[in-house]
């Protein structure tokens, strides 16, 4: 399907269109960090502000939530209104939001405007890729430029655990929210002068059902996503969960088939780059945080590595993702987009099945770099080519509301990855170590503590006398280890049958 586009753009504009492209990169990897900073400052914020386990988990899934929900909205609101002043007002929340998170007193504080934080960060994601879109309108510099702009993100990913462990080593807890601050000082005064204003010139009313109802779903599902591993996938809340947010969706797309002038024109599905490139993207995604949230566990409590280092041990991932990610695009105007994306996905789920035979023994300079290298290569395979096929499949005019979709199938794809696989390692850990402790004689309540997780279960271990200690260890790591093994065949084998669609069902060129 070729869209037409709109208006050239000012030849002002795009001469100055690559310093444009620097603000755009550097707003995204504010909010793309944001998503796993405060990650790493999780056993400093249990210590400080007397967390327990649900206040942890809504410290870091509040941001998540109201970020995934807010999306589509806050594309349709920029299509609307304009793309930089979306972008500008939400760095200014997200500044504001960042400020009041550093210096709350306590968790429900700090859950109030990690959450609020999240309205920000929906305003700015959509906005940076629509802009690039709108002031990159050659195919080939487009490209280009959305290779940039993935491996911005890619990167981001890796460089948040780094961030926060810098600051943790130097700063108090606030400090992971604080950075935000001056960063976003120069991306607004950068923006201010550089990113022209753009918008949808046929907008009219807004869609005020579809807004409400794209939240409503949105909301629902990543919500139910993210309780699932504690209600359990087959309880009674978690299957109306799933169910809700089904029907929501159907009533959505109902009512934007119905009215003339919808927040989301749902046809864009039938083509298939839009469709094939969505699900590509959160397939991805979710094999990425799934392996995210336990790698830095493994670097942890397996090798024995600090918070710092464990963060800088992920820096392989972020080169490999900073370096493929440019020529991923170019590569895809070569070969076409189904080939390319379904290498990417591949190679992904390779990177998974090598990981999934590490321990405390394997080298870090061979296997685990291996490893790290065919997923973020993988991932940018995937991304730039995948996002570029998104945002080419609508007309410029709304490119809010197809980034607010690529970006959408990016964070539920990731909400999905972080549960399933972190379900899937659960759910053979506690039995594992259970097994293992059970003839020991340790207190009930210490045995629960470390079924709970592989960091209590150290713990236990430290606080055992003599020969327990290293028999507790050893039952924690042979746990870890299964649950390790299993949880990263899983996300391999969700990467490789997103590879297999996507060599079925993805076009290799724009038709």
Request: glycine residues 10%; neutral net charge.
């Amino acid at each position: 399907m070729t869209v037409p586009l709109s208006a050239p753009v000012d030849p002002a504009v795009y001469a100055r269109r690559w310093s444009i492209l620097i603000v755009l990169c550097l707003s995204l990897f504010l909010v793309v960090v944001d998503n796993l900073i405060v990650n790493v400052a999780i056993p400093t914020l249990s210590r400080e502000l007397n967390a327990g386990t649900s206040s942890l988990q809504w410290i870091v899934d509040s941001y998540s939530l109201v970020f995934a929900g807010l999306l589509l909205a806050a594309g349709g609101l920029g299509d609307r209104f304009g793309r930089k002043g979306a972008l500008q007002i939400g760095l200014v929340l997200f500044a504001v939001c960042s400020a009041f998170a550093a210096f709350s007193d306590t968790t429900g504080e700090l859950i109030f405007w990690r959450g609020a934080m999240g309205i920000g960060a929906a305003l700015v994601f959509p906005a940076t890729l629509a802009i690039i879109t709108n002031v990159f309108t050659d195919p080939v510099e487009r490209a280009k430029a959305i290779g940039v702009w993935s491996a911005v993100s890619g990167a981001a990913v890796a460089f948040g655990p780094v961030m926060g462990g810098l600051l943790l080593e130097h700063f108090w807890w606030g400090s992971v929210f604080f950075i935000n601050i001056p960063i976003v000082a120069v991306a607004l005064i950068a923006g201010r002068s550089l990113v022209p204003t753009s918008k949808d010139p046929t907008a009219h009313r807004i869609d005020k059902i579809g807004f409400v109802l794209s939240i409503a779903v949105i909301g629902l599902l990543v919500y139910t996503v993210i309780e699932g591993p504690h209600r359990g996938w087959l309880s009674a809340a978690t299957l109306l969960g799933f169910a809700g947010s089904a029907v929501l969706l159907a009533v959505f797309i109902a009512v934007q088939l119905r009215i003339a002038e919808p927040l989301l024109d749902v046809r864009v599905f039938r083509s298939a780059r839009f469709s094939a490139g969505t699900g590509s993207i959160a397939v991805a995604f979710f094999a990425l945080f799934g392996f995210t949230f336990l790698v830095t566990q493994y670097f942890q409590y397996v090798r024995g590595y600090s918070t710092l280092s464990s963060g800088l041990h992920t820096l392989p991932f972020a080169i490999g993702a900073g370096v493929t990610a440019p020529f991923a695009a170019r590569l895809a105007l070569k070969l076409g987009t189904k080939r390319v994306v379904t290498w990417g996905l591949t190679s992904m789920a390779i990177g998974l099945a090598l990981a999934s035979q590490f321990d405390g023994n394997t080298s870090y300079f061979g296997p685990v770099i291996i490893s790290m290298l065919f997923l973020a290569s993988g991932l940018a395979c995937v991304t730039s080519p995948s996002t570029e096929a998104v945002m080419g499949a609508v007309s410029r005019d709304k490119a809010g509301i197809a980034s607010a979709v690529n970006d959408t199938s990016r964070e539920v794809g990731g909400t999905l990855g972080v549960a399933v696989v972190g379900s899937v390692f659960a759910s053979l850990y506690g039995p594992k170590i259970v097994e293992r402790l059970s003839g020991l004689p340790i207190p009930a309540e210490a045995l629960k503590a470390a079924e709970s997780s592989m960091a209590a279960a150290l713990m236990v271990a430290e606080q055992a006398p003599g020969e327990g200690r290293g028999l507790v260890a050893a039952a924690a790591q042979d746990a870890f280890q299964s649950g390790w093994t299993s949880a990263c065949l899983v996300a391999a084998g969700v990467a490789i049958t997103g590879a297999v669609m996507a060599a079925l069902f993805l076009p290799n060129r724009a038709d």
